[in-house]
């Protein structure tokens, strides 16, 4: 099978998602003044978090499907996988958004995080196994730096719930600013190998 019905329903589901968590925000009503929006400010804060959160797990999911040449059923479920971690942003979006930040939801967030890279990582481990150790992810991906710290800040981000939760909630920021960093890892092996290099 090829990639096709695998991107395409990805995509409509984390459309689907970004849908709900866009429909979790209220609209303040008789809001006349920028004062009248601070008790919304925590729902933006955490709607903008969780939407950068998605399009980067959307952008790399289409980088990595782009080398994908064809899928097995371990991939399906390590998508489906996936699909559902992220399938529950929106409820701790709006948990962390409503509660003002709470020990207890920051770190359920964290945890649903966490669980989302775990299954990216089953994901592309999936998808390495399928293709072999000299497919162009299996090259791109390497030593992988930033999917080793970004479980590692995940569970610090999570323990810290309990004790701050602003420093746990800069842990995840944190972790979103590293994977918003461009990663070129899949883009240069493929040029190279246009290259012939």
């Known amino acids: 099978m090829t990639t096709n019905r695998l991107e395409a329903f990805s995509d409509g589901v984390i459309a689907i998602i970004i849908t709900i968590m866009v429909i979790e925000m209220k609209v ?3 809001a006349s003044n920028l004062n009248d929006l601070m008790p919304v400010l925590p729902l933006i804060f955490s ?3 969780s939407f950068t959160y998605l399009a980067i797990y959307w952008n790399n999911h289409h980088h990595m499907l782009h080398v994908t040449k064809k899928v097995s059923g371990s991939i399906l479920w390590a998508n489906l996988h996936l699909l559902f ?3 529950l942003v929106p409820f701790v979006t709006a948990w962390i958004g409503e ?4 020990h207890i939801s920051m770190a359920v967030y964290g945890f649903i995080l966490l669980m989302a890279a775990i299954a990216y990582f089953i994901l592309q481990n999936a998808i390495i196994r399928a293709q072999g150790k000299d497919s162009i992810l299996a090259k791109a991906v390497g030593s992988d730096i930033k999917g080793k ?7 610090a981000g999570i323990l810290l719930a309990f004790f701050s939760s602003w420093i746990s909630g800069a ?5 979103a600013l590293i994977w918003l960093i461009p990663d070129k890892r899949i883009e240069r092996v493929l040029a190279s190998a246009d290259t012939g290099e």
């Open 171 to 175: 842990l995840y920021v944190l972790v």
């Open 85 to 87: 971690w992220l399938s």
């Open 28 to 30: 303040p009503h008789g």
């Open 99 to 102: 509660s003002g930040f709470i």
């Open 47 to 49: 709607y903008v978090l």
């Open 149 to 155: 710290i970004s479980p590692i800040l995940y569970i």
